[in-house]
Structures are given as structure tokens and as C-alpha cells.
């Protein structure tokens, strides 16, 4: 029985007719969909964590150690834990400064490997009492009082069946754990400071004290500040420098940490937009010859259409219709490839670029997979333009109507 073939469905016969070019042009726009896609979905994390890093900023200055500033710093981007440390009294003499509003101070412990986790653990220690960088973000997930024992985990631990974390050999009862912020907070547990001599005993006992046991319950690896409006963070930090007459200090400034990280981040998103633009002229120019070389090879098709009674915007309809088949078909491709590319790998890729990278919310990726697809289709219609203007041309519509 002869199959029956309506001039809607015609389109999509001939794809079918000719499966080596219906892939081949399918692959190329499946190919400039993950760039396109792909690099826009990576654009769109890349800022999401920069937002929630500045987010959880806080403060606008930290007071360390003078010879711990880079470590300070990776506490705030993505770098490995660590632990430093001044004695507490420090706090007092800083907070007589002119220019500071609020004042707290946290301790900074880096465990051993745990099992919770593939890499240390970075312990922060922190005062409930005082803390106005912490206790907001805590406070969306965890609206009770910290007690002393207990831990706050960050996204990223791993937290056994009994709601416990084992850090030091110890087995600290979880409170709560926080949302995702695609930085390294989401790879620290947080504890009060009533806590910190715990972790130091524990330490102590498995053989690696992370602090010397006569300091542990008056270290303090920062102290965080909080200007008052009129004053910058330099002016705060040249006020404590002459207040304290401590020289062997060091000064950490969340602000500028944060627009050096846009600045790096703003480099990334402008490579990845010029390769997107250059990839997709290179794929458009190969579509384009496909596209117009198959125009000669369909004369003869064209002809037969036109002895069957279409007419010249009907042949240009067939042309336009099968286009967007091709990109709609490779639009769904290069969405999925990507996807499965992405999604499943986002805490590598966030260690790999060493930014804050935080896998932006749903209805924003389902908006560009709608965009990504109306791109994929325009690309295939943008491609068959060249022939859809010579099935258009006069002379073209004379030639296929007299059968040749």
C-alpha cells in the first residue's frame, strides 16, 4: 500500500530521505547549542556564586596574623582550609579603634582528612554573642541557639545516617546544614567558640593538636569588623595600626576580594562569549554551504513539486520548514549533551576555575534552554536563507516550472 504523503509531512519525508545530510547538519547545530547553552549555563553559575559570596561577606575587614593574609583570603573564594591563629586579647585592643561599628572574631581550624569529606575540613569558630557575618546566613536553615558540642555543616559535608559528622576521631552531633553558596564555606562546619577546646582535646588525643592545648580557649585567627558609615575599611585598618601600635598585623578587605574575583570572572564570561560568537559564524558558513550545495542536487525535486501544482512560497515553506526540524532536533541535542556535561560535574568545575561557581536556580536554566532552542532554530532557518532567496529568485521559479 502506497503511504499516503501530505504536503505538511512532506518536510519531514524528506529529512528522512536523506539521513547522512539530516545528521550532518543536525550535529552542527547540536555542536553550536552546547556552546551556546553550555557557555551560557557556565556564565550564569560563575555569577550565581559570585552574588552568594557577596552575600556572606559580612564584613568589610579583617584583622589577621600579618603572614596569614593569602590563607584569610582563600577562606573567602575557594582555597584549602587552613589554620592560623593570635591570642584573643587582641580583640579588646582592636574594637578601641575609631571607625568601627560592630566587632566580632572567629578561630579558624583545619582538621585531618575526615570521612565526611575527600579533603580537610576547615573548622570555623565563631561568637553567637557578637557574630553579625555568620548568624543571618545560619539563620535562614537553623533558627535555634548553637549549643556547645554541636556543628552547623556547610553544603558540601557529608553527614552520616545518625546526623553526626566525625571530625579528630570525635562524632559531633549536626544542628543543622546550610544551602549551597559555591564557595569554600560550603566545605567548613561551624562550632561556637565554647566548642573550640573541644576540637583542640580531640586533636590532641588522636596525636595532631591543631593548637597548642594552653591556648585553646583564647585563639583567635580574625577578627571581623564592621565600618561605621563615613569611614573606609583603609581608614579603620590605618586607625587600628596607630590605636594598637601593633605593626605585625594583617588586613583582609572582603570588598576588594570580591572585585578582583568579578574582574576574573569578568575575563571568563567575555572568552567564553567571543568563542560562542566565532564558533557559531564558523558552524553558520558550514550550514550555509550544505544548505546551498544541496540546493543544485534538489533542482530536479523542486521541479516535480512544481509540476504537482506548488507554487514558489510553498517551495520556500517545504526549504523553511525542514530548517527548523533540523534545528529544533539539534537544539534538544546539544541541550542534553551540555546537561549532562554540567549538571552532574559542578562541584569539579567550581575547584577546577577556582571561583565562587553556584549552580544557578531552575526557572533561570529553563528560561535558557527555551532561549537556547529558539536559538538552535533560528541558526537552521539563518542557514537555508541562501536557498530559500534562489527558490524565490524569478528566474530560479521559471527554470524549476519548466521541469529542468
Avoid at 116 to 137: A, R, Y
Amino acid at each position: 500500500m502506497t503511504q499516503h504523503i501530505t504536503l505538511g509531512g512532506l518536510p519531514l519525508v524528506n529529512l528522512k530521505r536523506k539521513p547522512f545530510r539530516t545528521a550532518a547538519l543536525t550535529i552542527v547545530v547540536a555542536m553550536l547549542t552546547v556552546a551556546f547553552y553550555g557557555g551560557s549555563l557556565l556564565s550564569m553559575n560563575l555569577e550565581a556564586g559570585l552574588n552568594s559570596m557577596q552575600e556572606r561577606m559580612g564584613a568589610d575587614l579583617m584583622v589577621t596574623p600579618q603572614n596569614t593574609k593569602n590563607e584569610a583570603e582563600a577562606l573567602l573564594t575557594n582555597g584549602s582550609a587552613s589554620t592560623f591563629y593570635f591570642t584573643n586579647e587582641i580583640t579588646d585592643e582592636v574594637a578601641k579603634a575609631d571607625g568601627i561599628d560592630e566587632i566580632t572574631e572567629q578561630t579558624y581550624i583545619s582538621s585531618l582528612a575526615a570521612a565526611c569529606c575527600d579533603e580537610k575540613v576547615q573548622i570555623i569558630g565563631f561568637n553567637p554573642d557578637t557574630d553579625f557575618v555568620i548568624t543571618p546566613w545560619i539563620a535562614s536553615q537553623f533558627d535555634g541557639t548553637l549549643q556547645r558540642g554541636q556543628i552547623v555543616a556547610g553544603a558540601s559535608i557529608s553527614v552520616s545516617g545518625n546526623n553526626t559528622v566525625k571530625l579528630y576521631g570525635h562524632e559531633f552531633p549536626v544542628a543543622a546544614q546550610l544551602a549551597n553558596t559555591g564557595a569554600s564555606l560550603d566545605d567548613s562546619v561551624f562550632v561556637n567558640m565554647q566548642t573550640v577546646p573541644d576540637v583542640v582535646g580531640y586533636s590532641a588525643k588522636v596525636g595532631h593538636a591543631a593548637i597548642p592545648e594552653e591556648y585553646a580557649d583564647k585563639a583567635v585567627s580574625a577578627v571581623l569588623i564592621k565600618v561605621k558609615d563615613g569611614y573606609s575599611a583603609q581608614q579603620v585598618a590605618s586607625n587600628i595600626t596607630k590605636t594598637t601600635g601593633i605593626k605585625s598585623l594583617g588586613y583582609v578587605y572582603p570588598g576588594g576580594i570580591t572585585a578582583t574575583t568579578k574582574s576574573n570572572l569578568n575575563v571568563i564570561i567575555r572568552y567564553v562569549t567571543l568563542f560562542v560568537a566565532v564558533f557559531w559564524v564558523m558552524g553558520l558558513i558550514v550550514l550555509l554551504a550544505v544548505f546551498s550545495s544541496a540546493m543544485n542536487e534538489r533542482k530536479r525535486e523542486f521541479a516535480a513539486y512544481r509540476i504537482l501544482g506548488a507554487n514558489r512560497s510553498t517551495l520556500v515553506g517545504i526549504i523553511v520548514k525542514e530548517s527548523a526540524m533540523i534545528g529544533a532536533l539539534g537544539g534538544v541535542i546539544g541541550i542534553a549533551v551540555a546537561s549532562l556535561a554540567i549538571f552532574p560535574f559542578s562541584t569539579l568545575i567550581g575547584q577546577q576555575l577556582q571561583l565562587p561557581y553556584l549552580q544557578t536556580n531552575m526557572w533561570n536554566v529553563l528560561a535558557l534552554i527555551a532561549v537556547s532552542v529558539v536559538f538552535a532554530v533560528l541558526t537552521g532557518l539563518l542557514a537555508s536563507v541562501a536557498t530559500a532567496v534562489k527558490l524565490s529568485a524569478p528566474e530560479t521559479y521559471l527554470t524549476l516550472r519548466e521541469g529542468e
